[in-house]
């Protein structure tokens, strides 16, 4: 099952904040963020697990709330090269990951 | 260390003819799993192996579609009589260690066109 994403899209203008969701409908072992720029690979941003425990990079900030189900990435003082597709993926059992649609993130100077 | 590598990046095929895709995982790391993209959608989970076994293939077509990680060589993604839906970005990522707790490193895709 795939977890839903919100916002699909948003605009920033460089500077500014943003937050994206990520909700999940049954219980998740972990989510994991990912940015796609267009034409190229997703490239690996966090992974946030059941109990607390978060692998990233020390930028991104992001939270996990396993009551429910929920994961929220915080996109401070945006820069340009922040603009790109943000998945969630997230893993109901330990084989494999399902991503959300996707949020399209535009930065603009 | 050497990423993902996939190829070809690119591959064009006539409707009824097999295509192959192949990816070879960063050095070190035995588990792959291979997505589909269709334009302007997320990336959909197809099949998880580890060398020399399929894991999960919950979401690979039933016919048609069929993948394999040898002992030796490159994971290869093989779609016979091919149409023109199967054209979308196939990525394969590769992962240290099975599960959860693991980051997915992504190769840089191939774009398999149908015509």
């Known amino acids: 099952q795939q977890p839903v994403q919100s916002p699909q899209a948003v605009i920033l203008r460089e500077g500014e904040d943003a937050v994206i969701n990520c909700s999940s409908s049954?219980?998740?072992?972990?989510v994991h963020w990912y940015r796609q720029k267009h034409g190229e690979a997703p490239v690996f941003l966090m992974i946030?697990?059941?109990?607390?425990e978060q692998k990233g990079h020390e930028k991104i900030s992001a939270s996990f709330n396993e009551k429910k189900q929920q994961s929220s990435l915080y996109l401070t003082a945006s820069q340009l090269s922040y603009s790109g597709t943000y998945f969630c993926?997230?893993?109901?059992?330990?084989?494999?990951?399902?991503f959300g649609a996707g949020t399209r993130l535009t930065v603009k100077p | 260390n050497a990423g993902v590598m996939q190829n070809p990046r690119h591959l064009v095929r006539r409707r009824g003819q097999e295509a192959r895709l192949r990816c070879s995982p960063m050095k070190g790391h035995s588990h792959v799993y291979w997505y589909r993209q269709l334009p302007e959608e997320g990336l959909k989970f197809m099949v998880y192996l580890q060398k020399e076994n399929i894991i999960d293939e919950s979401g690979m077509p039933k016919e048609r579609f069929s993948a394999e990680f040898p002992k030796e060589g490159p994971s290869i993604l093989r779609i016979q009589q091919v149409v023109r839906g199967d054209s979308a970005a196939y990525f394969c990522a590769s992962s240290p260690e099975r599960g959860a707790s693991y980051e997915q490193y992504f190769g840089p895709g191939t774009r398999l066109t149908v015509t």
């Open positions: 049954k219980a998740l072992y972990s």
């Open positions: 946030l697990l059941k109990g607390g």
């Open positions: 993926g997230t893993f109901y059992n330990n084989n494999d990951m399902r």
